[in-house]
């Protein structure tokens, strides 16, 4: 079995767990992450997007909303190409309860969250897709975030500093030293099938609503709250600011213009499993009703794709739903709480807090390692930050100036060629899904239609040519890693050239599978809101692979990935395979 | 006045139309768009697969005979051997008369088995001629030549695939510049870039030193738009080997040449083909729609006609409409649809489930006249008729019958609405 030692290991690579190995590196710390899947595959990728004010707790939970607005500040500078100002603005429809609106805004000026009340004629100027009956509208410092490009970009900012980011790489096994202490973890390498063994003082629990599951191989409680919620996007950005019901959270009460879509959110559904993530009929018919109410008529929207995510939300003995729950942050000091040294779990919190998140708990382990280094954290500037916000606008630009238009791949998200091609020589790549969140290939109308076939053609193209190129200086994925701005991965003028280096390609599975896996993966979203124009393009994207292709009779037809049964669980709870005795 | 008035220019309104203008009748067809054949492989798939079957039928005209016991209301059921038979034999003299010939396999009624853009086998009935090298039955290796840089079409993939299936292939590319210049390249602009017999001839010469003798070469099906038979015959002669084509992501060229020739064809025989006409209203008296009316600018504009035939595609034609609350409507007449009660019946958890979604065998049931019908069995309008992708109890796209049901429904929709 093969060993690591370091100084923290943390478990989870989503913002919170890929936060904490961003501060701990730059505290000179030694730190290694393990990720079972692909970085933000849980639920900091499965989230509408939106960067808190801090508005949507200001009356329910204000020291959450006092948290949301400081951290606001900073990511806005930190991360600053990965955040769009839309502004958001707080919407009292004639339903809601009419006290409310005052409360909000006295609770904001009390916390300090601009907020401005506006005129509901200048709010309909802005957005005039916006119900016309709003009594009151408020305006607040909302934006929306890229949780994929984020995190990446912090991944890249820790690994530059030291870290070493392991994605792919299940932890199986806290270790314990005796009754007393947490030394690190046995991990499996999904991919190379190996058991390896990391070894740490310190060890932080950061898999979100996984944590309880982690906790548990090492026989220690925690109930994480899993509360599922379910998203809706539309076709197009059919508003330009964040749209919020101005009242208390509830189910619905969102919508979020983020990229190229409008995501309508959320429900809240206690769930006894973090991947339980079959979305039910109610939850459609809920999204398109409230949305009715933000935007009238929106229920009658093109939708692309619906999907849940699974919020890792904690409340010590608590019982009750999870849309009660508090949104706060909680660490667990496992040595405080259960005599168990050597082990710390972050817990609660909102996208928006991630980097405070991995701030208080470097704090807490730096006391126990006993190393006195300060959080820089919220004056670093992550790579990226010197490109700006990146939108599909300025790909436009660039696909004309380098008449690239031939080089496309995906039309809808105007990814050519080359960016797909770099994407997968600098990142293991085990399913088209993760050059998805690299990229955003097949994130538009078709949802993969074109190009699941075009990439999994030039991937195996690229197999092809390394095999015929045998090379003596193969550099290692983490030196090229280093090297890789994963800012300039998203601009189709940075990636004019095909890859040069002769990285060993990490890809795995047969062409076959990959286009299996992405167009199975793509369906479980689709699923649920698959009616009108959708259905039409579904259909044809079915005479391409069925009719035209015969892909479901290719070669290797039951080979399966890591991914596969992930991908075949339901995407919606109705469907026609519960008539034949439950799915499959 | 227009005696039949045919909604839909896919290969169902064609054929429909086609027969009835070659009986002699006045005829005029109006479509909003084009049809599936546009984004198909542009051979003539009959039948392939059975609904939850994984093993393919060698023999589709049999296999009918089991499809009329198990679904009785199958459109190939409605219709039986002989008329199955004759529109088949129709559709292959009137395929051979604009140009562009089809044929089957060598044993009368096999399935043929053909390279897909992806390297799998998949079965059809009748191929373009440019199709018919590549059968899989054969054992001549293949050299698949494709153009670096083309996003539709990936030789090394089929060249994979093919060798896994214990077929001998092997992959090769020539320059795209070799045919173009031009920086946004689709297939079809590569196909009327062939074209020009300058820049086949270029293109057949460094094709040449490609091939080794015995080879036959299987290139993406752009080999010519308006001058195909020529460009195919030329590579043959100037390559001395033999060419198939295989097709390629949508749009379709081997599908818009039929299109197109079909067209060409109807204008020969006195038949409009209106496109961009998007049917808004129509007006029936008793049990006859007297005329429909499609949008245009200024003020809609009225068809009158003494007879309708409904071509217009299922859901992926824009035939048949759905929304977020499960209801499903036939979008020119309302006419009562067979489908799926609620929309938690409408899929199946897996894209590739071989039973296929039950939503899209949803559809227009017709008597045995291809009339559309109510629930009870009666026949809703005098002289309405339907055919193609919109009838119902049948997945043309899963049952790989998507030309196979356009030409036999469209050409035996035309017979019945002509006898009347």
């Known amino acids: ?584 | 006045m227009t005696e039949l008035v045919v909604i839909g220019a896919g290969l169902a309104g064609l054929i429909a139309a086609t027969r009835a203008a070659q009986a002699g009748h006045q005829v005029k067809i109006i479509a909003k768009g084009l049809g599936a054949t546009h984004w198909h492989a542009g051979s003539v798939d009959l039948l392939g697969y059975f609904p939850n079957e994984t093993v393919a039928i060698q023999r589709p005209l049999d296999a009918m005979r089991d499809i009329a016991r198990v679904q009785p209301q199958h459109p190939y059921a409605l219709l039986g051997d002989a008329q199955i038979g004759d529109a088949l034999k129709n559709f292959l003299a009137l395929a051979r008369a604009i140009g562009l010939p089809y044929s089957g396999a060598n044993q009368d009624g096999d399935n043929l088995w053909l390279p897909s853009p992806v390297g799998a086998a998949r079965p059809t009935f009748l191929a373009p001629r440019a199709q018919r090298a590549g059968e899989l039955s054969r054992t001549e290796p293949m050299l698949i030549v494709g153009l670096r840089g083309m996003r539709d079409f990936y030789p090394e993939l089929i060249a994979e695939n093919l060798g896994k299936q214990g077929h001998r292939a092997r992959a090769a590319f020539l320059p795209l510049d070799l045919i173009t210049d031009r920086r946004d390249i689709t297939t079809v602009q590569l196909a009327y870039a062939l074209d020009d017999p300058a820049r086949r001839e270029k293109f057949a010469s460094e094709l040449k030193k490609l091939a080794q003798s015995g080879e036959r070469i299987g290139l993406p099906a752009i080999l010519g738009m308006d001058a195909h038979a020529d460009t195919f015959d030329e590579l043959q002669a100037q390559t001395g080997a033999e060419i198939f084509e295989i097709p390629t992501l949508p749009p379709s060229v081997p599908g818009i040449r039929l299109t197109n020739a079909l067209r060409n064809h109807l204008r020969e025989l006195g038949a409009r083909v209106d496109v961009n006409m998007d049917v808004i209203a129509f007006h029936a008296e008793g049990a006859r729609v007297l005329w429909i009316e499609s949008e245009a600018s200024g003020r809609p504009l009225k068809h009158r006609a003494e007879k309708f035939l409904l071509a217009t595609g299922g859901i992926i034609g824009g035939g048949i409409n759905t929304d977020h609350t499960g209801k499903i409507w036939e979008t020119i007449f309302g006419l009562p649809l067979v489908a799926p009660r609620e929309r938690g019946q409408w899929f199946r958890a897996r894209f590739f489930d071989p039973a296929g979604h039950p939503i899209f065998r949803a559809g227009i049931p017709v008597n045995r006249e291809f009339q559309p019908i109510d629930a009870n069995g009666a026949r809703v309008f005098a002289n309405v008729w339907a055919a193609g992708g919109t009838l119902a109890h049948c997945d043309p796209i899963l049952e790989r019958a998507l030309e196979g049901i356009a030409i036999t429904t469209g050409s035996a929709a035309a017979c019945f609405a002509g006898r009347k």
């Not at chain 1, 989503?14 to 639920?43: F, M, N, P, Q, S």
């Not at chain 1, 794709?305 to 942050?329: C, F, I, K, M």
């Not at chain 1, 708990?361 to 790579?383: D, F, R, S």
């Not at chain 1, 195996?460 to 193969?474: A, C, G, I, N, R």
């Open chain 1, 1 to 584: 079995m093969k060993f690591i030692e370091t100084q923290i290991l943390v478990i989870g690579g989503g913002a919170t767990g890929t936060g904490i190995a961003w501060d701990a590196a730059l505290r000179g710390l030694r730190v290694v992450l393990v990720e079972k899947r692909d970085l933000t595959h849980g639920t900091t990728g499965r989230y509408h997007g939106l960067l808190h004010s801090g508005g949507r707790y200001v009356v329910k939970d204000p020291h959450s909303a006092s948290e949301c607005i400081a951290e606001n500040r900073i990511l806005r500078k930190t991360h600053a190409h990965c955040i769009e100002d839309t502004g958001g603005f707080f919407v009292a429809t004639p339903e809601d309860d009419g006290d409310y609106p005052d409360q909000f805004r006295a609770a904001c000026q009390h916390i300090g969250i601009p907020c401005e009340e506006i005129s509901i004629a200048h709010a309909r100027k802005r957005e005039p897709l916006m119900n016309p009956r709003a009594a009151r509208v408020f305006g607040v410092p909302d934006g929306a975030a890229d949780s994929f490009q984020a995190t990446h970009s912090t991944a890249q900012a820790a690994r530059q500093a030291g870290a070493r980011i392991l994605n792919y790489h299940e932890v199986t096994q806290l270790l314990r030293d005796g009754d007393q202490r947490v030394v690190g973890a046995r991990v499996r390498d999904v991919a190379r099938g190996e058991d390896i063994e990391i070894r740490a003082p310190m060890t932080i629990n950061a898999a979100g609503a996984w944590a309880g599951l982690i906790a548990q191989t090492a026989g220690l409680r925690v109930d994480v709250i899993p509360g599922k919620g379910a998203m809706l996007a539309v076709n197009h950005r059919i508003v330009n600011t964040v749209l919020n019901r101005c009242k208390m959270p509830d189910d619905g009460d969102i919508i979020v213009p983020i990229h190229t879509v409008a995501v309508l959110g959320t429900t809240d559904e206690r769930v006894a499993d973090p991947e339980h993530l079959t979305i039910e009929p109610w939850e459609i018919e809920l999204l398109l009703r409230e949305g009715d109410q933000l935007v009238p008529g929106i229920s009658r929207a093109r939708f692309v794709r619906a999907w849940a995510g699974v919020r890792p939300l904690y409340q010590e003995h608590y019982n009750g739903a999870s849309r009660d729950a508090t949104r706060d942050l909680t660490l667990l000091d496992h040595h405080a709480r259960d005599g168990v040294a050597g082990l710390l779990t972050i817990l609660g919190g909102k996208w928006t807090t991630f980097r405070l998140m991995a701030e208080i708990t470097l704090n807490k382990a730096c006391e126990y390692l006993g190393a006195q280094k300060p959080c820089i954290t919220a004056h670093t500037v992550v790579p990226g930050v010197e490109h700006g916000h990146y939108w599909l606008g300025h790909r436009l630009h660039e696909v004309e100036e380098n008449h690239l238009q031939s080089e496309l791949i995906c039309e809808c998200e105007l990814v050519t060629r080359a960016m797909l091609e770099n994407a997968a020589r600098q990142h293991p790549t085990f399913s088209l899904d993760d050059l998805r969140r690299d990229v955003r290939l097949g994130m538009g109308p078709c949802q993969g239609g074109f190009c699941t076939y075009r990439a999994a053609g030039i991937l195996q193209s690229l197999v092809v040519s390394q095999q015929s190129s045998v090379s003596s200086e193969q550099s290692s994925v983490n030196s090229a890693a280093e090297e890789w701005n994963v800012a300039e991965m998203q601009s189709p003028a940075h990636n004019l050239q095909p890859p040069t280096s002769n990285l060993p390609l990490p890809i795995s599975n047969s062409p076959n599978l990959l286009l299996r896996d992405f167009l199975q993966e793509r369906w479980k979203g689709l699923l649920p809101i698959l009616w009108g124009r959708q259905l039409k393009q579904e259909r044809l994207d079915e005479l391409i692979y069925l009719g035209l292709m015969n892909a479901p009779h290719l070669p290797d037809a039951h080979a399966t990935s890591a991914m596969s049964e992930f991908y075949a669980r339901p995407g919606i709870a109705a469907t026609a395979d519960a008539d034949a005795g439950g799915a499959q």
